[in-house]
């Protein structure tokens, strides 16, 4: 692997190579490492902490005990509320808050990195936001009952009819003749199907993602146009 790509922001690439060895054993199937922002304090810190998103999760890391054990604390992106960050004199503070728990803080963090650390968890929050919303709407989606034959009923009316004998008229004999008529029931028509559709920004924004996972735009490309796009709701 090209441990460069992450570190074109000034990353210490020793820290980026010990950090993408461990994350790759937690890498889920189509999981991949989009960005990793590394702790600059003013002292030399020999294993300072870092954050790392993926297009799926969010790692804070932290190196304990002289380097021998690592402590992760790791979110997927529909269990974060939102990202902040401050910059200070040196570096930015970089919070990450949760639904539930307490929020995760890891300062001097490098401010052009603690920059582009807010714009992409921003982004992959608002995908976030959209996919669940998309899903919703399926849930409402109603499906069309199906029609159940209408009922008949048979009425029988009486018929008279004289009966003549002996060229003479003997009073009307009321003979009831069986005619069915039918009358269909009055059936209320089911409701129909309804669905709605993704709207035009949904879709759009769905495109992009397509895109960029197929590595046909850049992650700067991407950004942009989705920031385009959503800044037209």
């Not at 980026?16 to 937690?26: F, G, H, S, Y």
């Not at 899903?135 to 069309?144: D, H, N, Q, S």
């Not at 005619?179 to 920004?201: G, Q, T």
Request: glycine share 2%; aromatic share 8%; hydrophobic share 40%.
């Amino acid at each position: 692997m090209n441990f460069e790509l992450f570190a074109i922001d000034g990353q210490d690439i020793k820290i980026i190579e010990k950090l993408v060895v461990k994350l790759q054993d937690m890498m889920t199937d189509g999981e991949h490492i989009d960005y990793i922002a590394v702790q600059k304090k003013p002292a030399v810190t020999i294993l300072p902490d870092s954050i790392t998103i993926s297009n799926k999760r969010i790692f804070m890391c932290e190196f304990t005990k002289l380097g021998l054990a690592t402590d992760f604390e790791i979110f997927s992106w529909k269990d974060i509320k939102d990202i902040a960050f401050k910059e200070e004199i040196f570096g930015s503070k970089v919070t990450v808050i949760p639904f539930t728990g307490e929020n995760l803080s890891i300062d001097y963090i490098p401010k052009i990195q603690a920059r582009k650390l807010y714009q992409l968890i921003k982004g992959a929050l608002e995908t976030s936001k959209l996919k669940e919303i998309a899903l919703e709407k399926e849930k409402f989606i109603v499906t069309t009952p199906p029609i159940q034959p209408a009922p008949t009923f048979e009425i029988h009316q009486p018929v008279e009819e004289e009966v003549v004998q002996n060229n003479s008229v003997i009073e009307p004999v009321k003979e009831a003749i069986r005619e069915p008529i039918i009358i269909p029931a009055i059936v209320e028509s089911p409701a129909p199907k309804i669905e709605e559709d993704d709207d035009e920004i949904t879709l759009k924004l769905r495109k992009l993602k397509s895109l960029f996972d197929k590595q046909l735009i850049t992650q700067a490309e991407y950004e942009n146009k989705k920031n385009e796009i959503l800044s037209q709701i």
